[in-house]
């Protein structure tokens, strides 16, 4: 029996490292066959990206794409009134620059480094070149993209429909998966921007899931306790979004 795509990821994240000694856990890199990673890995910059740091802003020139390797960026759209809010989230799972991939220059979404990250790093320019070169490549990007574009469609139905506490606890699970952590460092300021809503908000919906003995929150960090129960707490997108990622991936296997 074949082993799924993930498992397969994590075995050649122990032993693949790029031509600096850092190893590689993205998971579109580690997809890749040797011979693509190979020509692709001299295209390639690690670099260390602090906390809040802006990658991309709406409206800009594309100018380089990032395969995240640790750490987690924010999606955000931004109204005109300067109000944003989450509409995804990028691990080690991801790639931030899409509009590259069909040919567009700009962007128009703000990402941000939600957490602490490292990622390879590659110009506008090469990317278009290593995509032409490695078909493999360009087909998990591809593959990537809509599972994005599925996770935006998913949040913009959860944003309207489902309550603060509950796309919290969805949110706090998501970041997780990416993070493979239970302490989140998070205030709760961000947790307001990234859901849309006012800090009050964001703190009676902290105060739900504390109380149930789901999380804790003290000094601009979540940790948390039972995440079986924070499923049951979470809307049912965190699901959703779950099995429809798990079908397309084994599709791919």
Known sequence: MNKPSSTRAK????ALRDGDGNHI????????????????LPKL????????????????????AYFCDSGMFSVLNLMPDGKSVEVGLVGKEGFSGLPLIAGFRTNHTRTIVQVAATAFRIEADRLKAALR???????????????????????????????VEERLARW?????????SNILPLTQDFLAQ???TRRSSVSVAAGILRRAGLINYSRGAATILDRPGLIEAS???????????????????
């Open 11 to 14: 075995d050649r994240a122990s």
């Open 25 to 40: 856990h993205n998971q579109i890199l580690l997809a890749i066959p040797p011979n693509e990673l190979e020509r692709l």
């Open 194 to 196: 990234m859901l849309g």
């Open 45 to 64: 910059e690690f670099v260390r990206l602090q906390h809040h740091q802006v990658l991309h802003d709406a409206g800009e020139t594309l100018k380089s």
């Open 235 to 253: 809307c049912e997108c965190y699901g959703q979004l779950q099995r429809q990622t798990k079908e397309w991936e084994s599709e791919n296997d």
């Open 133 to 163: 070169e490695s078909p493999v490549l360009e087909r998990q990007i591809q593959r990537y993209a809509q599972i994005r574009a599925m996770q935006v469609v998913q949040l913009a139905a959860c944003n309207r429909l489902h309550e």
């Open 172 to 180: 706090l699970l998501m970041s997780q998966d990416r993070l493979g």
